[in-house]
């Protein structure tokens, strides 16, 4: 079944136009200023029509954790937030550190899941990183990207061996860099003479810069394919730089939260993340690294916890936040209609074509004919408040409740077929 969408400002060739998309479930087939064709018709009069947003660092939960967040939660959740393609996280029970999990794993994902999911396996078994796990064995059922998030690698030849490996195998390595020697036991914020102010643990920049720094040196060493996840802080961005100048074939992520908001900003639990708000001038480093290319685009670490893991002190609650129902919102109305320091096609090439070319999904990313017909329908003049309580996700955890947004997504459409479409569509 073909279906057409008319009358909506497409996102095309870097450029927002007055197009018609003629698609259907093997990809888009047409775009072009005037298509007559017999189809289904999707008036997008007064919608920007943009390629689905893809977001390479989520946390679903499931398996092991189901409480937090399901496949299913979590794909909504996507597809709310106009995210047709992401990657979940493998800090997971059990762990997919191995082909027979991670067969097991994929089989719910194509039984519950409304968007593409892509998962990545664990680095080391059991994410303990003592042993290398069996990357080629994933690699056969499609995987091919590694990370142990939620911890760093401590042990270098370890890390030196899983990036000789995915060198080998031409897989990608993500890494969340944390070295444990420089975090205090009930850390939770930057640290920061607003943390000593609030009586709260602090943890130094140096505890993700450091171990980012050795990464970088055997990324360049090995030639392995590298990307540094969620950095928050000048050091990492200085190392990152560093690195590209070196010719090492690394790339970097930033967060929603890291560019909106900083550690004077934190109010509580809800505030805490992992790596944590950090100052303004760390902030404002992130903005200019985006913008200049030494950070590559952005993803959303989307962190979902029971109310019962947050209501506790801050030294104990749980660290992370939702975020991608609110993320794309948030960033447009900020950067683009407030400040008008962005553009849009630049933020959605951050949300969309950068991480689809640094990730290799060919055929996603953009609007173009052959190109997969993930698309999202939105609404740039719609002002309205983020509200928590009707999210997707399970997860209700988020520092932005009732922040006021201009830009909704109206529909999402994920390989020609509508997954979600909102009440006033």
């Not at 004919?369 to 999202?376: A, F, K, M, Q, V």
């Amino acid at each position: 079944m073909k279906t057409l969408i008319k009358n909506g400002i497409v996102l095309y060739e870097g450029e927002m136009r007055k197009l018609d998309i003629l698609f259907d479930e093997s990809g888009i087939l047409k775009v072009a200023e005037k298509i007559e064709e017999e189809a289904e018709v999707i008036d997008a009069a007064g919608l920007a029509v943009l390629p689905g947003l893809i977001d390479v660092h989520v946390h679903f939960r499931e398996p092991g954790y189901e409480q937090k967040e399901t496949l299913k939660t979590g794909s909504m959740a996507a597809a709310h937030g106009g995210f047709t393609t992401v990657c979940p996280m493998p800090n997971l029970k059990p762990f997919p550190d191995d082909p027979e999990t991670m067969k097991t794993y994929l089989t719910k994902i194509e039984e519950d899941c409304v968007v593409n999911v892509l998962p990545y396996g664990t680095i080391s078994d059991e994410e303990k990183g003592r042993q290398v796990s069996d990357m080629e064995g994933m690699k056969k059922l499609g995987v091919r990207w590694f990370s142990d998030d939620g911890v760093g690698v401590a042990d270098e030849s370890v890390m030196e061996e899983a990036l000789r490996k995915a060198k080998e195998l031409d897989v990608l390595i993500a890494c969340h860099t944390e070295d444990m020697n420089y975090r205090k036991p009930g850390a939770s914020v930057h640290a920061s003479g607003y943390a000593e102010e609030n009586g709260w643990t602090g943890i130094p920049s140096e505890c993700e810069s450091e171990q980012l720094k050795r990464d970088l040196v055997l990324a360049e060493k090995t030639g392995a394919r590298y990307h540094a996840c969620h950095i928050s802080a000048i050091p990492s961005v200085e190392a990152i730089r560093e690195a590209k100048k070196n010719g090492a074939d690394v790339s970097g992520e930033v967060t929603a939260h890291h560019l909106l908001l900083e550690d004077r900003d934190v109010k509580g639990p809800n505030w805490k993340m992992n790596p944590p708000l950090r100052s303004h001038e760390d902030r404002m480093c992130l903005i200019e690294a985006l913008e200049e290319g030494t950070l590559d685009f952005i993803a959303s670490d989307h962190a979902p916890h029971t109310k019962q893991d947050k209501d506790k002190p801050m030294a104990d609650a749980a660290f992370g936040i939702v975020s991608l129902e609110t993320s794309f919102a948030l960033l447009y109305t900020e950067f683009v209609y407030k400040q008008k320091r962005w553009t849009l096609p630049q933020l959605v090439s951050w949300m969309a074509k950068k991480p689809a070319e640094r990730f290799a999904m060919t055929g996603k990313g953009e609007i173009r004919e052959g190109y997969d017909s993930d698309l999202i329908l939105v609404d740039l003049d719609n002002e309205h408040r983020v509200d928590a309580s009707a999210f997707f996700s399970k997860g209700k955890n988020t520092p932005f409740d009732g922040w006021s947004v201009r830009a909704k997504v109206m529909r999402t459409i994920v390989n020609g077929k509508t997954v979600y479409v909102t009440e006033e569509a």
